[in-house]
């Protein structure tokens, strides 16, 4: 259903979220043969919780910020996400793993590091099986979960402490309790509903008492209030019943207004209890009474600083005076509080620690690069390698293959190849906020930003970093209101893509630069609502914390027109949407009369094929408003129309992105997740595939690929999305659908990948590869050709290629074409060192691809691209190396041709053999023709290799150098060399030599056994 709001001046079209899409899952069954590819970089992104097992010494879990939960069963050394199919959030706030029964795990789910840009969570999630499979189990709307604690002895009597909306008012918050495993819960301690809890720990000895702390904070999109008078310390010594407040004993602090509040029960001494707390007095405090008197042990403010981002405590298990804080370092005391020393660390700012209570020398720690083991007591820490960095954005270079970057949250920048595994990754300037641009003429040089209007200009040819920030005053520290500029922690930078010489970057002013930073020219007025309400300092009552993340008002998204080089859209985080038509000469304000206030416009895309189209994605989930917010205008603003049916009413878009190629094909990135339209939003369906739940926070449609960012789990590439540019609804209704295949490019692309639709399951599917001259130089089926003999005994390996598979499920499928001509005359058991019997690989030009199925044929053009790097390589050159490839892949396939033979003939002397044994004239010709084929055998291939590496043993024979004379000439692009003739006329004239010898052998020594063979009976031997 629509329903169509006419205003005056401007028509705003809604489009109900949540509906139905227009187009159902018309399109869903063609998305089969698409799948994501994570390229990483394996470089950890930041962690809020960890735990492990007593029982299980090897096997620890920890939850990676927006990319779900990873658990490791050697110790950390290698670690995998276990629960990607089950969660529907992305972000674990909370996990324990049950003493009495490692099988049973729960998480909760949600931040409450109340940082500027946190995750929230939709309740908690339990696993029965270690985090093989999980079900959620309640607390859905508590949205941030701070601490799960589990009873030591029975996994169903479990507790949540929940903080609630991080952004508004809501009675789900508290410590929850279940007795029956998560079944039902019961609030067992609430105060109001602006404050949570924040933390939650057992007495080790009797899980009857128990401490928990709640917090009176929120955060808006421009401020932080980081304690209240709801923040509090309480104690139950019946199993979480009853609760007695301790915030008032004496000893803590006075001050009527405290922040965050951490808990630490000793396992030496269960009457040591710690407690930091967030106050104008506040500090480290201890009590030996269990709670009853305090005493202050230590104030000093790195133990407690930004508490609303760490104060977090652990004690050690056994030793009462031994307890370790989390802040920016992670801290060790071994005197009661009294002294801290920083511990060795993988990487900074820490957030949580698991010791074993059974063995106080194994922990796990999370912090800002993920989840570390130790098993020394922290002296050494594993690796943090894994892909589940928080990326801002997704920027692509020019480099061939392309290379996608990003700034990583609590990290540097990044970029790594696009056809890479990520682990070769390289930083680009900048910092951890903020945009990468790399320079479009230039792959060498690059822009990047952080926090606080951070800019620099990388040359990485020289290896020099230069500063251009527009206004170079530190402004950490001060209010927005008393900054000359007020840059955001993600503003932008970006290229224009109709003039490559200019630069654009934002404030609350927009800048531009010709002179690469030189100098910088402001282009606009002040682009926000400046409302003075929203400009004042962030944090307090307690603290203060301007880094730079509630920088505001600012504008947050620039869009330079793809078509004209005057036309540049701007978007800011107060809800302001301005263009200009004359490089900045005039602005108009082209807000959306029914957007509401103080929206963040989080992207603006300028259609890359409609001048005066553009798209926005908007959202408002900081102040406690979930709803989706996209727009599209197709005249410059004058008029918009709302484009969410089909998108979930609680998952916020933060980019959207028109493809390049196909109008008003639109891919959406939200809190959750990918939608995609074929309707220029008209409606929307989901697109994650097989995407991980994660925010999408950069979108790029880079040549024929789709590239994402995501801020949780690195950069992804869903590789050739011709299907998406070609699918109609005509489409739907085949039977047989072969789509045509974008381009490729030799040595660059991945192949060339053939997409077909079948509407049932085929039993046969042929596809062939048709050159310019009407020539099949590859053929491949369902099913694949059977060998052409049995594996000869003892052999294990092979060099042979690898026989594709052509899929013939119903559905999508896809078959990629490697771009090499058929694999060479091969046979069972061969074995060659440093080669394979792959084909040589096509020249560039023009083909076509047939697809047979059932006796029903369809053909696509398909294009080979040169590599544009090889401008020294002509098209003769290509030629010329296709044809002597395929010159010395026929002198290899004769080499397996008469192998092959060979070894038929000996078979079937074998065979003939059989029961003579009376007559040695027979047996002498047969064991001497049986010797006499060895022999040519022998020359031809080294028949003792049964491994990989025997021919270090055995020495390699003809074949073997054959093909790895092949492998020489295919490589790269160009002409071969000339000593490669050279060596292929000696090998061509031995592999003659042995030809004549077989060849004798058949006119003269077969036709003589055969001779010998009919007086007895027997039937001739034939090659």
């Not at 700012?349 to 059974?358: C, Q, R």
């Not at 060979?902 to 003579?916: F, S, V």
Request: one cysteine or more; a neutral charge; hydrophobic letters at 35%.
């Amino acid at each position: 259903m629509r329903t169509r709001f006419i205003i005056i001046g401007v028509a705003f079209v809604v489009l109900l979220s949540g509906s139905p899409s227009a187009q159902g899952d018309r399109y869903a069954p063609f998305f089969g043969s698409l799948k994501w590819r994570s390229i990483g970089p394996l470089r950890g992104g930041r962690s809020i919780t960890a735990a492990g097992s007593t029982k299980r010494p090897l096997e620890y879990y920890f939850g990676a910020t927006g990319g779900g939960v990873w658990k490791t069963t050697d110790g950390g050394v290698t670690w995998q996400p276990t629960a990607d199919e089950y969660f529907k959030t992305s972000s674990p706030g909370a996990l324990a793993v049950s003493e009495s029964n490692p099988d049973v795990v729960y998480v909760g789910m949600g931040e409450t590091e109340l940082r500027g840009n946190i995750i929230q969570g939709d309740g908690v999630y339990k696993s029965a099986d270690a985090g093989k499979s999980w079900a959620k189990v309640g607390l859905e709307r508590t949205q941030a979960i701070a601490r799960i604690r589990i009873h030591p002895s029975n996994s169903d009597i479990v507790f949540v402490a929940a903080f609630g909306n991080p952004y508004g008012p809501n009675a789900d918050r508290g410590i929850f309790r279940s007795t029956d495993g998560g079944t039902s819960w019961t609030k067992v301690l609430y105060r109001n509903e602006t404050t949570g809890a924040s933390d939650l720990v057992f007495d080790p000895k009797d899980p009857q008492i128990v401490y928990a702390a709640l917090w009176e904070a929120f955060r808006t999109p421009y401020s932080l209030s980081d304690g209240g008078p709801g923040s509090g310390l309480f104690k139950s010594t019946d199993g979480g019943t009853t609760w007695k407040e301790l915030t008032k004993n004496p000893g803590l602090p006075k001050s009527d207004v405290l922040g965050k509040i951490t808990i630490a029960v000793a396992g030496g001494d269960r009457r040591r209890v710690y407690a930091m707390v967030e106050a104008k007095d506040g500090g480290l405090f201890r009590s030996d009474d269990g709670g009853a008197t305090w005493t202050s042990v230590n104030r000093e403010r790195r133990l407690w600083q930004r508490a609303f981002y760490f104060i977090r405590m652990t004690a050690d298990p056994v030793d009462p005076d031994t307890i370790y804080v989390l802040n920016f370092e992670l801290l060790k005391s071994s005197d009661g509080g009294k002294t801290f020393k920083p511990m060795p660390e993988t990487h900074g700012d820490h957030h949580d620690l698991w010791i074993a209570s059974n063995d106080p020398r194994r922990m796990i720690n999370s912090n800002d690069g993920g989840g570390s083991v130790s098993t020394n007591g922290g002296v050494t820490w594993t690796e943090e390698g894994y892909p589940t960095g928080q990326f801002y954005t997704a920027i692509t270079t020019a480099h061939v293959p392309y290379h996608v970057c990003g700034a990583q949250q609590d990290n540097t920048t990044a970029c790594v190849p696009s056809n890479g595994n990520g682990r070769d990754l390289y930083a680009v300037g900048g910092g951890e906020s903020g945009y990468v641009a790399p320079d479009p003429t230039n792959p060498d040089i690059f822009f990047a930003g952080s926090f606080g209007g951070y800019l620099t200009r990388l040359d990485r040819f020289r290896n020099q970093t230069r500063f251009v920030n527009v206004w170079p005053e530190y402004p950490v520290g001060q209010a927005p209101r008393d900054l000359k500029e007020r840059f955001q922690w993600t503003f932008p930078i970006v290229f224009s893509p109709v003039n490559p010489t200019i630069l654009y970057t934002s404030s609350q002013h927009l800048f531009r630069t010709v002179n690469e930073g030189q100098t910088w020219e402001q282009i606009s007025p002040d682009l926000t609502r400046h409302d003075p309400n929203t400009m004042g300092p962030s944090g307090g009552p307690i603290a203060l914390d301007q880094t730079g993340v509630e920088t505001y008002p600012t504008i947050f998204t620039v869009a330079p027109s793809r078509l004209e080089a005057d036309t540049i859209w701007v978007g800011s985080d107060d809800g302001l949407v301005h263009v200009t038509r004359d490089a900045g000469k005039s602005w108009t304000n082209i807000t959306p009369p029914d957007l509401p206030a103080f929206s963040r416009i989080s992207l603006i895309e300028a259609s890359p094929r409609k001048a005066g189209a553009a798209y926005l994605a908007a959202n408002r989930y900081q102040l406690s408003d979930r709803s989706p917010y996209v727009l599209r205008t197709d005249d410059y603003g004058t008029t918009w129309t709302k484009i969410v049916r089909g998108i979930p009413g609680d998952d916020f878009p933060r980019v959207i992105r028109e493809d390049s190629i196909r109008q008003g094909l639109l891919f959406l990135g939200t809190e959750h997740g990918l939608y995609i339209s074929f309707d220029d939003g008209v409606a929307w369906e989901p697109f994650r595939l097989n995407l991980p739940v994660t925010p999408v926070h950069g979108i790029v449609v880079q040549g024929d690929d789709l590239v994402i960012g995501t801020h949780g789990r690195g950069f992804w590439i869903l590789d050739n999305i011709s299907v998406l540019r070609q699918l109609t609804a005509a489409i739907t209704t085949e039977d047989v659908h072969l789509f045509e295949p974008a381009a490729a490019t030799r040595s660059v692309s991945r192949g060339v990948a053939i997409d077909y639709y079948l509407k049932a399951a085929a039993d046969h599917v042929t596809i062939e590869f048709i050159d310019a001259n009407g020539g099949v130089v590859r053929t491949v089926t369902e099913p694949p050709p059977q060998d052409t003999g049995p594996m000869p005994e003892g052999v294990t390996e092979s060099s042979r290629a690898p026989i594709p598979r052509v899929p013939a499920r119903a559905g999508m499928n896809r078959f990629t074409w490697d771009m090499r001509s058929a694999p060479l005359h091969d046979f069972p058991g061969l074995i060659m060192y440093q080669t394979d019997t792959r084909g040589p690989m096509v020249p560039p030009g023009w083909y076509r691809v047939r697809l047979t199925i059932s006796g029903r044929t369809l053909v696509q053009p398909v294009t080979i691209n040169k590599d544009p790097r090889a401008r020294d390589v002509s098209d003769a050159d290509f030629r010329e190396q296709y044809r002597f490839a395929r010159e010395i892949g026929d002198a290899f396939s004769r080499t397996s041709d008469m192998v092959v033979s060979t070894r038929r003939l000996k078979a079937q002397i074998a065979d003939r053999m059989t029961g003579i044994i009376d007559s040695s004239v027979i047996m002498n010709a047969a064991a001497k023709l049986e010797a006499s084929l060895t022999m040519v055998e022998g020359a031809l291939y080294q028949y003792q290799n049964r491994s990989t590496k025997d021919p270090l043993n055995f020495p390699p024979k003809l074949n073997n150098k054959i093909a790895v004379l092949l492998s020489v000439v295919d490589s790269g692009d160009g002409r071969p060399a000339d000593q490669s003739y050279a060596v292929f006329n000696e090998l061509s004239s031995t592999l003659s030599r042995q030809k004549q010898a077989f060849d004798a052998l058949l006119a003269r020594d077969v036709p003589a056994f055969n001779a010998l063979l009919a007086p007895v009976g027997r039937r001739p031997i034939t090659p």
